[in-house]
């Protein structure tokens, strides 16, 4: 079995509102020091196979077809055995 | 700066809607060696601070205070200076 964890996020040059938000949340409730906060998906994948390598090329299409908006949004992930 | 990643994620005792409709689609798609998809959140929390330990203390705070559901949510985190 392969453990895809991914991570993805608001392009950098993309407006984050929920990150936003969630800053001005955060320092209302007197936490002062937040500067930023970005606001993304965390996504755990479990894949029916032993081939990492086939696993990496299939999150790929994942993320690229369905998992993101590439417009909007960047992706990354890892792969391991469990 | 201090960097802290933040990941949340249903605890396992609880339904993940959102991962078994994206588990679903992506079966549909053809990918079929997908056996359980958890849809979680990543944060990125940007922190006016040196100090890890105090930039430790506060992220946890955070996360009970506001950021997660105790009840149906697990999160961890890293610290990283940048």
């Known amino acids: 079995m392969i453990?895809?964890?991914?991570?993805?996020?608001?392009?950098?040059?993309?407006?984050?509102?929920?990150?936003?938000?969630?800053?001005?949340?955060?320092?209302?409730?007197?936490?002062t020091d937040v500067e930023k906060v970005n606001m993304g998906k965390y996504l755990e994948i479990k894949l029916n196979t032993q081939n990492k390598k086939l696993a990496s090329e299939q999150i790929k299409k994942m993320c690229d077809q369905m998992l993101t908006n590439p417009l909007i949004e960047d992706y990354n992930f890892v792969i391991e055995k469990i």
């Open 3 to 31: 453990l895809a964890k991914v991570y993805i996020q608001p392009k950098t040059t993309v407006k984050d509102p929920q990150g936003n938000t969630i800053k001005s949340g955060l320092q209302d409730l007197g936490f």
